[in-house]
């Protein structure tokens, strides 16, 4: 279920400073980033809307209708299987986008894409968001340069799923997820953690069990919440440090 909440005014979004500063009505970094005169286009044909847990925002295989810059939400990119199996294979909060094939001109996607932590984004159609990235220079620029992080995350957590063990992946997973919705506690079931790490519901509590012990997180009915992120950053596999040197990299070499 989509609960809309209103269309969105350009100029009233951006003289508001409670909007820009604080309140966290506007947090994706993309376009927290375009210029005024792309704003003014670009917000034009946007929608604020509330996604709820679990919401399929996109489907492998079927033609994208919407694209979407999460603020408060974080979504989920899965890998299908013809049994029916998933797998993660990357995350979006507020510093993305959902919809990259659409930006580069493809109709379909080549992922299921669902609501991991419910909240709000900036919803706008397939065919706005082609004029778009055609008509706004910097939009382009920023949807380009977060293809290029996505893509590295992606390869990242592909050798990670490959290498590593599932304690250590779950702490990598907990950062991620983390860092994309800026809450201590997360709202995660075992079973949705299981699907996103691509195993066994068993292996993810035998997982959960030793970061518990540790003391670095506790988790509850419904939610996981991380007691020591310091320490959870050590637990981790080298996945998550690789991936913060390399977008620290990248973001000194656009300054």
């Given at each position: 279920?989509?609960?809309?909440?209103?269309?969105?005014?350009?100029?009233?979004?951006?003289?508001?400073?409670?909007?820009?500063?604080?309140?966290?009505?506007?947090?994706?970094?993309?376009?927290?980033?375009?210029?005024?005169?792309?704003?003014?286009?670009?917000?034009?044909?946007?929608?604020?809307?509330?996604?709820?847990?679990?919401?399929?925002?996109?489907?492998?295989?079927?033609?994208?209708?919407?694209?979407?810059?999460?603020?408060?939400?974080?979504?989920?990119?899965?890998?299908?299987?013809?049994?029916?199996?998933?797998?993660?294979?990357?995350?979006?909060?507020?510093?993305?986008?959902?919809?990259?094939?659409?930006?580069?001109?493809?109709?379909?996607?080549?992922?299921?894409?669902?609501?991991?932590?419910?909240?709000?984004?900036?919803?706008?159609?397939?065919?706005?968001?082609?004029?778009?990235?055609?008509?706004?220079?910097?939009?382009?620029?920023?949807?380009?340069?977060?293809?290029?992080?996505?893509?590295?995350?992606?390869?990242?957590?592909?050798?990670?799923?490959?290498?590593?063990?599932?304690?250590?992946?779950?702490?990598?997973?907990?950062?991620?997820?983390?860092?994309?919705?800026?809450?201590?506690?997360?709202?995660?079931?075992?079973?949705?953690?299981?699907?996103?790490?691509?195993?066994?519901?068993?292996?993810?509590?035998?997982?959960?069990?030793?970061?518990?012990?540790?003391?670095?997180?506790?988790?509850?009915?419904?939610?996981?919440?991380?007691?020591?992120?310091?320490?959870?950053?050590?637990?981790?596999?080298?996945?998550?440090?690789?991936i913060q040197r390399q977008l620290e990299s990248w973001r000194k070499d656009s300054q």
């Amino acid at each position: 279920m989509v609960k809309k909440y209103t269309s969105v005014h350009p100029p009233t979004l951006f003289q508001s400073k409670t909007l820009r500063n604080g309140d966290g009505k506007l947090r994706n970094k993309i376009l927290l980033g375009l210029p005024r005169k792309e704003c003014d286009a670009v917000f034009a044909k946007l929608t604020l809307v509330d996604l709820e847990l679990h919401h399929l925002m996109q489907e492998a295989g079927q033609e994208i209708e919407h694209c979407y810059f999460p603020n408060t939400m974080m979504a989920s990119v899965l890998n299908v299987m013809t049994d029916g199996k998933s797998v993660e294979v990357g995350l979006a909060g507020w510093e993305g986008f959902v919809g990259l094939p659409a930006t580069a001109g493809f109709r379909t996607s080549a992922s299921r894409v669902v609501t991991q932590a419910e909240g709000n984004a900036f919803r706008i159609s397939a065919g706005d968001m082609r004029r778009a990235v055609r008509a706004c220079p910097q939009l382009t620029i920023a949807v380009m340069r977060y293809t290029h992080e996505a893509a590295m995350e992606v390869t990242q957590i592909a050798a990670c799923n490959r290498l590593h063990e599932v304690d250590q992946r779950l702490a990598r997973w907990l950062l991620m997820s983390q860092d994309r919705i800026r809450l201590r506690v997360l709202p995660l079931t075992q079973e949705f953690l299981s699907q996103m790490l691509g195993t066994r519901r068993a292996s993810v509590s035998v997982a959960s069990a030793i970061l518990r012990k540790k003391g670095l997180i506790e988790a509850g009915r419904g939610h996981v919440s991380i007691l020591d992120r310091k320490k959870l950053e050590e637990a981790s596999c080298e996945c998550y440090g690789a991936i913060q040197r390399q977008l620290e990299s990248w973001r000194k070499d656009s300054q």
